[in-house]
């Protein structure tokens, strides 16, 4: 069983950057494939990313291509999502997420594994 802990959250200017880390507990994590989800106030959670279990399969939602990049460090256990270039849309709660499948996923449902979310806030 792996667990998820985010961190790196915070509150930045637009234009600015942050970069979350997926901390994963378990000897397993090299054989999920992870993704990052967030939810704005008042909104769905929703897909931001996703990584295939060796890193060499990425996806992203159309609104953050060429903005966030996914990465994986399988030696540390460890998933990242640096994002440049916020803007005040990106603000939510970004969660991550672990898939026992080598391939990436993009649905909510597909994921086993969630992580209790870490605070993104971009001010205009």
């Known amino acids: 069983q792996v667990q998820l802990v985010e961190s790196g959250g915070g509150l930045v200017q637009a234009g600015g950057s942050l970069r979350l880390s997926c901390a994963a507990s378990?000897?397993?994590?090299?054989?999920?494939?992870m993704g990052w989800f967030r939810q704005a106030p008042g909104k769905e959670r929703e897909f931001v990313a996703a990584i295939s279990w060796s890193g060499r399969n990425t996806d992203y939602t159309d609104s953050v291509k060429g903005r966030f990049t996914i990465s994986r460090d399988n030696a540390k256990n460890t998933m990242y999502l640096q994002m440049n270039s916020l803007k005040p849309e990106d603000t939510a709660v970004y969660y991550c997420?672990?898939?026992?499948?080598?391939?990436?996923?993009?649905?909510?449902?597909?994921?086993?594994?969630w992580g209790q979310g870490t605070q993104v806030t971009v001010s205009s």
């Open positions: 997420a672990a898939r026992a499948a080598i391939i990436t996923g993009t649905q909510q449902y597909e994921y086993d594994l």
């Open positions: 378990g000897r397993t994590f090299s054989r999920y494939a």
